[in-house]
C-alpha cells in the first residue's frame, strides 16, 4: 500500500466520517435545547412520542372537564345562594303567619300582616326567578325566569364520564306558600296553612322541602368542588411523567453542546490537515 496515496486519502475519509459523526450529534443536542424536548417528535424516540401523544391529549380532555365543572361551579353557587335567601325569607313569612294565627290579631294590624307576608312572597319568587347563571337555572322555572330551567349532566373527567344534577320546581314551592288575603282573613285557617299535617302545601312542609334541597345542592357544590381540584392534581401529576418522559436536561445538553463544538472545530482542522497531505508530495517534484 502506497504509503502517500493521492488517488485515496485515507486520513481525510476517516477525519470526515468522524467530522460527520460529530455534526449528527450536534445538530440533535442543538434540537433538544431550541425544542427543550428530548423527544420532540416521533423521529426522536418513536414509542415514548406516542405515550407521550396519549398523555397530552388525557391533559386537554381533563382541562376541558374542568372549564365545564367551573361552569357548574357558578350555576351551583347562584342555586345556593338563591335558596338561601329563599329560606331566608320564607323564615321571616312563618313569624308573620304565626302572628296571623293569633286570634286577637284583628282590624288594621292584620291588614298590615298580610301585606307583609305578600311582600315577602315577592321577594322570595325574585330570588327564585332571578337564580340563574349563563342563562341555565335549576330552580327558576316561574314565567318571566331570567335563565333556560333544565337539569345538568356535566362532563367530570376526560373519559367523559358525567355527573347529573337534578332541577327544584321553584314554581311549585312559590305556589304552595302562596296565600291569599281571604286565605289569611282567618286565624284558625292561618294555622291549618301553617301546620305539619299531611297535606304538602303547608308552610312547614314546604320549608322542610326547602331544607332538603338546600342539603342537595350543597352536596353537589362539594362534590364537584372536589371534582376540580382532583382534576387539577391529576393534570400536575400527568405533566410531571410528561416531563420525565420527553423534557431535555438542558444543563447536561448546554455542556454536550460545548464539548461538540469543540469536536467540531477540531474535526474540521483535521480534515483539513489530512486533505493538504498529498500537496507536500510536490515538492518532490521540485
Do not use: C, W
Request: hydrophobic share 35%; proline share 1%.
Amino acid at each position: 500500500m502506497a504509503l502517500n496515496p493521492i488517488i485515496t486519502n485515507t486520513a481525510a475519509s476517516i477525519a470526515l466520517a468522524s467530522l460527520e459523526s460529530t455534526q449528527t450529534a450536534l445538530t440533535a443536542t442543538e434540537k433538544q435545547i431550541s425544542t427543550g424536548y428530548r423527544v420532540a417528535d416521533a423521529t426522536d424516540d418513536g414509542a415514548a412520542y406516542a405515550v407521550a401523544q396519549r398523555v397530552r391529549s388525557d391533559v386537554g380532555a381533563l382541562t376541558s372537564a374542568n372549564q365545564q365543572l367551573g361552569n357548574v361551579q357558578g350555576l351551583l353557587s347562584i342555586t345556593v345562594t338563591g335558596l338561601n335567601d329563599v329560606s331566608n325569607l320564607m323564615s321571616s313569612a312563618r313569624d308573620v303567619l304565626v302572628k296571623l294565627a293569633d286570634g286577637n290579631t284583628q282590624g288594621t294590624q292584620r291588614t298590615q300582616y298580610i301585606q307583609q307576608y305578600q311582600s315577602l312572597l315577592t321577594n322570595i319568587k325574585s330570588n327564585i326567578e332571578d337564580s340563574s347563571y349563563n342563562g341555565k337555572t335549576l330552580i327558576g322555572n316561574i314565567t318571566g325566569s331570567s335563565g333556560s330551567f333544565g337539569a345538568v349532566n356535566v362532563v367530570r373527567n376526560e373519559t367523559g364520564a358525567t355527573y347529573n344534577i337534578a332541577t327544584f320546581g321553584g314554581s311549585s314551592l312559590y305556589t304552595s306558600i302562596h296565600f291569599t288575603g281571604t286565605q289569611l282573613a282567618s286565624a284558625t285557617q292561618v294555622a291549618a296553612l301553617i301546620g305539619t299535617s299531611a297535606t304538602a302545601a303547608t308552610f312547614i312542609n314546604q320549608t322542610n322541602k326547602l331544607g332538603t334541597e338546600l342539603n342537595n345542592y350543597g352536596s353537589a357544590t362539594n362534590y364537584v368542588t372536589n371534582q376540580v381540584s382532583y382534576n387539577s392534581d391529576k393534570i400536575t401529576a400527568l405533566n410531571n411523567g410528561l416531563g420525565a418522559l420527553v423534557d431535555a436536561n438542558l444543563a447536561q445538553e448546554s455542556a454536550q453542546l460545548q464539548s461538540l463544538q469543540i469536536q467540531q472545530q477540531l474535526g474540521t482542522q483535521a480534515l483539513s490537515i489530512a486533505n493538504q497531505a498529498p500537496s507536500s508530495l510536490l515538492s518532490l517534484f521540485r
